[in-house]
C-alpha cells in the first residue's frame, strides 16, 4: 500500500470548496481545496496523495475560473468516474457530485465546513469566582466615591441657593443717645382729708335692775 499524505481536513475562512472521501482508504475524511489549481494523484508532488492502486501519477486537477470549480482528467491510466459516468476532458462541478478514483470515490461541497467549535473549559468558571470579590470591591469604591461626590455637590448647591436667597446685609441704623434724666426722690406727704363727721359716744348708760320674781 501506498503511504497517505493527507491534506488538513479543517475548514476555515481561507478554504473555498472541499472533497469529502466516501468510500475507499480515505473514507471518512475531508479535504480542504484551498487553492486552485489543485492535484490529485499517486505521485508525492500532488496536492493530494491517493493510496490507490488503481490511481494513475499525475490522475486528476480542480480548477477554479469564474466562480467555478472543474475537475479535468490527466489521461489518467484508468480513467476517471463523474456521478457514475466516465470524465472526459473537463466538466463543471457542482454541489454534491460523485468522483470516483479507483476504489475512492470523494463527495464535492462547494460550501466550506463550519469550523468545528470548541467546548468551554470546566476551569474556567472557578478563576471567574476567585475575581468577583475583587470586582465586588472596585464596584463598591466606585459607588462609594459617587456617594460623596454627589452629597459634596448638593451641599454646595445649597448654600449658593441660601446665599442668594438672603441678599446683601442690611445697613445697620445708629440710634442718638439721650440724656440721661435724674428724677427727685423727696415727695411731700398730703396731709389728711377731713370727713366732716361727728365722733361716736362711747359711754353708754346702764340698764335699771328688777327683782328676781317669785
Known amino acids: 500500500m501506498l503511504p497517505q499524505l493527507a491534506v488538513a481536513p479543517v475548514a476555515g475562512p481561507g478554504v473555498r ?5 466516501e468510500q ?25 496523495v491517493l493510496p490507490e492502486p488503481l490511481a494513475s501519477r499525475q490522475h486528476v486537477r480542480l480548477e477554479a475560473r469564474a466562480g ?36 475512492t470515490v ?24 476567585r475575581s468577583s470579590p475583587l470586582a465586588a470591591i472596585v464596584i463598591g469604591v466606585v459607588l462609594i466615591a459617587l456617594v460623596v ?26 440710634l442718638p443717645v439721650l440724656p440721661s434724666v435724674t428724677l427727685p426722690t423727696g415727695i411731700p406727704s398730703l396731709p389728711p382729708i377731713p370727713t366732716g363727721l361727728p365722733s361716736l359716744p362711747t359711754g353708754l348708760p346702764s340698764l335699771p335692775t328688777f327683782p328676781p320674781l317669785r
Open 17 to 21: 470548496a472541499q472533497l469529502r472521501a
Open 149 to 174: 461626590a454627589a452629597v459634596l455637590f448638593l451641599g454646595g448647591s445649597m448654600r449658593r441657593t441660601a446665599d442668594d436667597a438672603t441678599g446683601p446685609a442690611l445697613p445697620t441704623l445708629q
Open 68 to 103: 467555478r470549480w472543474y475537475v479535468i482528467d490527466l489521461d489518467s491510466a484508468n480513467g476517471t468516474l463523474l456521478n457514475r459516468q466516465r470524465l472526459s476532458g473537463e466538466m463543471a462541478l457542482n454541489a454534491g457530485d460523485l468522483m470516483a478514483i479507483g476504489d
Open 24 to 48: 475507499g482508504p480515505l473514507a471518512g475524511q475531508t479535504f480542504a481545496i484551498s487553492h486552485s489549481p489543485f492535484a490529485l494523484g499517486r505521485s508525492p508532488e500532488n496536492d493530494l
Open 106 to 129: 470523494f463527495a464535492f461541497d462547494a460550501a466550506p465546513a463550519r469550523p468545528a467549535v470548541v467546548p468551554p473549559v470546566a476551569r474556567a468558571r472557578p478563576a471567574a469566582r
